[in-house]
């Protein structure tokens, strides 16, 4: 039923909801082969896929082999062989380099792995990263995972969206939460009042690539508190907007993680694989100044 309204007595009634026409003839018959053509085309997936898990297979030992390499060696951290090894791979990747804070590193350093799965058998829900760390002194966690939840926006446009964004919860060792910073009043003077506002202590959230990256979110959610956006208007619908592109954004970082740096990591840690600036990119810096306002890991206002 829609929207009521008042008659002229005063009386609310009903919105009479206009009836969509039906199609004319031709309309029905050219969707019978549009629907047809679909069907074909969902077998098409379907087979498109198995052939993908078949590869995913045999590659899969590649990659094995890559960790036993890079975990034999004299050096630090999750890599002895190339110390941070991970961390300068994900560093020169365009859709990150900016994501990475200096406080970020040392624990990035300890990374053993990152590797990827389909939450579904289809591949088309979803998919889940799972960062692998060794031992160190920042988290408890062995490994960190970040799930994607997707669903088909439209068969016709083959676009999907993102539902969900779930993670795990980091469980950082005492004093080691790099995602805030902490802050202490200023005070004249000492013994006493110096000791009384120590206790006056607090943390501030500041930028990092575990805020920002292991961040929860969902359709419908609000702006989270952390996040610095200009907004016109405080609405639902602004609010819903901007949430949509930080997922979309968000995806996309997922999806270039998935799709390029796990099978070429060594590629991205020499820089072979970061694309060459040239002045053909100055044409879209206008573009790209427009989204980066909503970029999820530089939200912050950090003027003050």
């Not at 009903?14 to 969509?20: G, H, N, S």
């Amino acid at each position: 039923m829609g929207v009521k309204k008042q008659d002229t007595t005063g009386e609310e009634v009903p919105k009479v909801e206009a009836e969509i026409p039906e199609d004319p003839p031709l309309i029905k018959e050219l969707k019978v082969l549009d629907d047809k053509y679909l069907e074909q085309e969902r077998a098409h997936q379907k087979e498109l896929q198995a052939l993908e898990r078949k590869f995913t297979e045999r590659q899969q030992p590649l990659l094995d082999e890559r960790t036993k390499l890079l975990s034999t060696g004299a050096g630090e951290g999750g890599t002895p062989a190339l110390t941070g090894f991970w961390l300068q791979a994900l560093k020169n990747h365009p859709s990150l380099e900016d994501a990475i804070e200096a406080w970020d590193e040392p624990v990035l350093k300890h990374l053993t792995d990152i590797t990827t799965e389909n939450v579904d058998s289809d591949a088309d829900q979803g998919f889940r990263l799972t960062f692998h760390f060794a031992e160190n002194p920042y988290i408890s966690n062995a490994t960190l995972w970040k799930e994607y939840r997707t669903q088909e926006e439209s068969p016709y446009s083959k676009e999907t969206e993102v539902k969900s964004v779930k993670v795990s919860d980091i469980e950082w060792k005492d004093g080691q939460d790099v995602t805030v910073t902490r802050v202490t009043p200023k005070v004249k003077g000492g013994g006493a009042k110096k000791q009384k506002q120590k206790a006056k202590e607090k943390f501030e959230a500041r930028d990092s690539f575990f805020r920002h990256i292991f961040r929860n979110m969902e359709q419908g959610m609000t702006v989270p508190d952390d996040v610095n956006v200009e907004m016109e208007d405080s609405d639902d619908e602004n609010e819903a907007e901007i949430v949509e592109m930080m997922m979309s954004h968000d995806i996309e970082v997922g999806e270039a993680i998935r799709d390029q740096i796990i099978p070429f990591a060594v590629r991205w840690y020499t820089g072979e694989a970061s694309p060459e600036e040239d002045d053909d990119d100055d044409d879209d810096d206008d573009d790209h100044d427009c989204c980066q306002q909503y970029s999820w890991w530089n939200q912050h206002d950090n003027s003050g």
